[in-house]
Each structure stands twice: as C-alpha cells, then as structure tokens.
T-cell receptor, first 111, second 112 residues
Framework: DSGVTQTPKHLITATGQRVTLRCSPR?????VYWYQQSLDQGLQFLIQ???????AKGNILERFSAQQFPDLHSELNLSSLELGDSALYFC??????????FGPGTRLTVL | GENVEQHPSTLSVQEGDSAVIKCTYS??????FPWYKQELGKGPQLIID?????GEKKDQRIAVTLNKTAKHFSLHITETQPEDSAVYFC???????????FGAGTILRVKS
C-alpha cells in the first residue's frame, strides 16, 4: 500500500458526460501528479500540482482539467467524454523531487 | 522531449534464473531513473531507483545499472521467483521538471 488513495475504483459512463476523479496524496506529500495509462499510449503524464499550484503540464486535453485543494487532495475533471478516453487514471504523490508513489488507479470506461 | 525505449517487451525465465530489462533515454538532462513493478489491477510500485551520480545500486535481489555516456540503464533481477511475474516499467526524469517519462513496459513471466 503506497498511502495514496484514489476514488472511485471503477467508473462507467457514456460519451459526452463529465466525471471527476479524486486523489488523496500520502501524508506530508505536497506534490500530486496525474497519469493516464492506455494500451496504445502506455503511461503518459498529464499534469502536476505542487501545494495547490499547477507545476507542469503534459499531454493533457483541453477537455480535461485538474486542481489541488488546500487539504492537498486533487481532482481530475474529464468532460465531453469520448470512447478514446477509456483508460486507467493514476495519481502519484511525492514530497518534492523525483520519488513518486502511485495510487491504485481509477478505471474509466466510456460507452 | 524525452523518449524512453524499453526492451524486451516480454521476457520468460525459469524460476531461479536472472532477468535483465534494458532502457535507453534521449534527454541528456535526465538524471533520475526509477523502475516500477505493476501487478494486475494495481498501480505501479516503485521498486528501485538510481540517480545520475551513481553507476549502480543494489537492493537484495534487484539491481540497477546506469551508463550516462551511452544513455542507458538496466534492471537486473537475480534468483527470480514466481511472485516477480508482473509488468516492469522504466522511467526517466529531470530533477527540475519531475514528470516521469515511461518506457512501454516489459511483461516478465517467471515459470516454476
């Protein structure tokens, strides 16, 4: 158990809908990262927050957004969902620096 | 941007044998190289990492080597056990950006 929690574990929704994925980092970790894992793209970095502020952006679609709250939990919002958005979404956290610890993931299925 | 290539994509070994997975990276500014193990239905688990000021690091049956000149690093697992069966990912990052760029993964099967 990495200490990073993610909810929900599974999410099934329809095209065009909007969903919110939630992540709670390890106690004491200020940095949160979101990654997408799909069969064709592998593990891809989406976005990073540090202590409430956006720190780095990767290949994140404009339909996706994220935020980190004062209690350091983070939410990833996915809107206007398409079939191709079906994937595993992982959150990772770190104190600062490189060691990132991953949560169990949210499996999103868009029908 | 950074690109990480990982080989082989699948690896089958007999229990007790050694397994070696290799990765190459393109960004000479990368200086942190972790390895993750992912079991079915779980998130990636950090198993070992190495920074660019070190050539080799060992933790029990697992070791990682880094050749900065050639821009490649490798994971070595000795005395493999069935519970080592999983998907292994290498990754690279710069200390300033911190985002991890992952290889495509290696499916390791340890046959008993």
């Amino acid at each position: 158990d990495s200490g990073v929690t993610q909810t929900p574990k599974h999410l099934i929704t329809a095209t065009g809908q909007r969903v919110t994925l939630r992540c709670s980092p390890r106690s004491g970790d200020l940095s949160v990262y979101w990654y997408q894992q799909s069969l064709d793209q592998g593990l891809q970095f989406l976005i990073q927050y540090y202590n409430g502020e956006e720190r780095a952006k990767g290949n994140i679609l404009e339909r996706f957004s994220a935020q980190q709250f004062p209690d350091l939990h983070s939410e990833l919002n996915l809107s206007s969902l398409e079939l191709g958005d079906s994937a595993l979404y992982f959150c990772a956290s770190s104190v600062w620096g490189n060691e990132q610890f991953f949560g169990p993931g949210t499996r999103l299925t868009v029908l | 941007g950074e690109n990480v290539e990982q080989h082989p994509s699948t690896l089958s070994v007999q229990e007790g044998d050694s397994a070696v997975i290799k990765c190459t990276y393109s960004d000479s500014a990368s200086n942190y190289f972790p390895w993750y193990k992912q079991e079915l239905g779980k998130g990636p688990q950090l198993i070992i990492d190495i920074r660019s000021n070190v050539g080799e690091k060992k933790d029990q049956r697992i070791a990682v080597t880094l050749n900065k000149t050639a821009k490649h690093f490798s994971l070595h697992i000795t005395e493999t056990q069935p519970e080592d069966s999983a998907v292994y990912f290498c990754a690279a990052s710069r200390s300033d950006g911190n985002k991890l760029v992952f290889g495509a993964g290696t499916i390791l099967r340890v046959k008993s």
